[in-house]
């Protein structure tokens, strides 16, 4: 009996690990795709140190340690960033703008007393760390606790997040995420966006990594190894994106897609706003703009647009507007600061969904079998919104050319036509036939890397490529001046020939 029980403890033992997990964005929709894979660490059994914007604050989970960020939220320059993302990211202003700021953060976060205490304690031991992609001066977590690295997105990557797995990025099939365009590319457009690949590469590696590299070195000592040689040894990468919602791609077995990471929510409709949607004989429209982007922001032509287009529509309008009042509501809105907004969405009278476009909004919509009408501000929105509407589930509207009637258009297409419907539904059946949920797949990944302490057999040969040997330069370089060489002798050949033959003629 004894044996068995002390078996049954070394077991739970080599099971059992120390993971750190660095989520640094403040931003609660952000976070919220990182606290359930957390929490399931700690549920497991393992000891979870997080690093985060926005604790849990859940005492029963004694096996999680949450250092709170939640001071990111007061840098300068966070509040204007949706703003910031949405305008032009193909120039190096733009994109040193975004990376400034998030450098920033970094900084700002890395001086936190207890995080400092963390770097700086030498009985600290991880098996795996896990840090968000867009943030590479903190892989250098990986090298500071000698242990493997796995980096994670609460969307999908840029283009530094597929080179530093080794993952094919054909340009003209698949645009950089945040590439206004990603279907039936012109000629010009491919041109622009091949140039933009290398341009990118290029600022990311001799600008990004270097300035990284630099904090890296600051924070984490002198003897922290080049951040972006510790980028090509991460283990894995875990992508918040289904691929079945997405456009179908080659992907190395590092890069790992996740899908529907969501809090099921236990909250209930009030009982005040269950009413009044119960008794909505016509049905009822959901707007909400998430939680970087508030209602409230919105510039007074847009907003009267909205009000305009959606008071002439026979539906309730429910608005999630970050304030008491909305000046002009008509008798048709109800607004609200805040709604369970899977709990609404899963509401019967719920006819379409007008959502900014997260993939947090759009995957909740699916899973209700909700319609969408999109309106993209920033980031990855456009993209998202994009596939909403390649796969007949919604139609998009740019807010930022926002004209009256086009809204209200769009509201009674998708609400009315059935055919939306029909497809959301049927998306939603292939979304969720999947042998695990997003949770579980991340969970068992990132045991996985513990088990093998690391996934170095996973790792692409291209990462060992130079440069010149990956595009086939001296392959093409050979070829071209073999080719060239055959020209050349092959004209002189003719030229003899031509000669002889002229001058036997002269004869």
């Known amino acids: 009996m004894k044996l068995f029980i002390l078996t049954l403890l070394l077991k739970y033992t080599v099971q059992c690990a120390n993971i750190l997990f660095v989520g640094m964005y403040p931003s609660l929709n952000h976070q919220s795709y990182f606290q359930p894979i957390w929490k399931e660490l700690s549920l497991k059994g393992h000891q979870v140190v997080a690093l985060t914007p926005n604790p849990i604050g859940d005492p029963s989970l004694t096996n999680l340690t949450e250092i709170d960020l939640s001071e990111a939220y007061h840098i300068e320059g966070l509040k204007a960033f949706p703003t910031l993302i949405s305008k032009d990211l193909s120039s190096k202003d733009g994109f040193n703008r975004i990376f400034e700021l998030m450098e920033k953060i970094v900084i700002k976060e890395l001086l936190n007393p207890e995080v400092k205490s963390l770097i700086a304690d030498k009985r600290r031991i991880f098996d795996v760390v896990i840090v968000e992609v867009h943030y590479p001066a903190l892989f250098a977590f990986s090298a500071r606790f000698k242990c ?24 003209a099939l698949y645009p950089d995420l945040f590439y206004h365009k990603k279907h039936n590319l012109t000629f010009w457009e491919r041109l622009e966006v091949t140039y933009y690949g290398f341009w990118f590469r290029y600022f990311y590696k001799y600008d990004v990594l270097s300035r990284a590299d630099i904090i890296a070195k600051n924070f984490f000592g002198i003897d922290t190894p080049y951040i972006g040689d510790i980028e090509k040894n ?47 004989k016509e049905g009822v429209i959901y707007l909400s703009l998430g939680t970087a982007l508030k209602s409230t922001n919105l510039s007074l032509q847009q907003r009267n647009i909205i009000l305009r287009d959606l008071s002439e529509l026979p539906y309730k309008i429910l608005w999630k507007w970050e304030a008491d009042h909305l000046p002009g509501q008509p008798e048709n809105f109800i607004i609200r600061k805040w709604v369970p907004q899977q709990a609404i969405l899963a509401h019967r009278n719920i006819k379409a969904f007008i959502t900014h476009g ?61 055919k939306y419907h029909e497809t959301v539904e049927k998306i939603s059946k292939i979304l969720t036939d999947d042998a695990m949920s997003g949770v579980e797949r991340a969970v068992w990944w990132i045991e996985y890397v513990i088990r093998h302490k690391g996934a170095y057999h996973l790792r692409s040969p291209v990462l060992d490529l130079p440069t010149y040997q990956y595009y086939l330069l001296d392959v093409i370089s050979f070829t071209f001046t073999g080719f060239m060489i055959i020209i050349v002798v092959t004209y002189r050949i003719i030229r003899i020939i031509v000669r002889g033959t002229i001058k036997v003629k002269k004869q």
Do not use: C, W
Request: charged share 20%; no cysteine; glycine share 6%.
């Open 148 to 171: 493997p690295l796995i980096t994670i997105s609460s969307f999908g990557t840029l283009l530094n997040g597929h080179d530093a797995m080794g993952n094919p990025t054909h340009p």
């Open 358 to 418: 997260s993939l947090r909004s759009i995957e909740e919509a699916i899973i209700n079998h909700v319609p969408m009408i999109g309106m993209p501000f920033s980031a990855d929105q456009p993209f998202n919104v994009a596939e909403v509407v390649r796969s007949g589930i919604g139609l998009s509207i740019n807010p930022n050319k926002l004209r009256k009637g086009q809204l209200r258009r769009a509201v009674l297409e998708v609400a009315e036509n059935r």
């Open 234 to 280: 991460i283990s894995i990468l875990l992508l918040n994106v289904n691929p079945v919602f997405y456009t179908p791609r080659p992907n190395v077995p590092g890069l790992v897609h996740l899908g529907h990471i969501y809090i099921k929510s236990d909250r209930e409709i009030s009982k005040d706003l269950k009413k009044e949607l119960d008794d909505a």
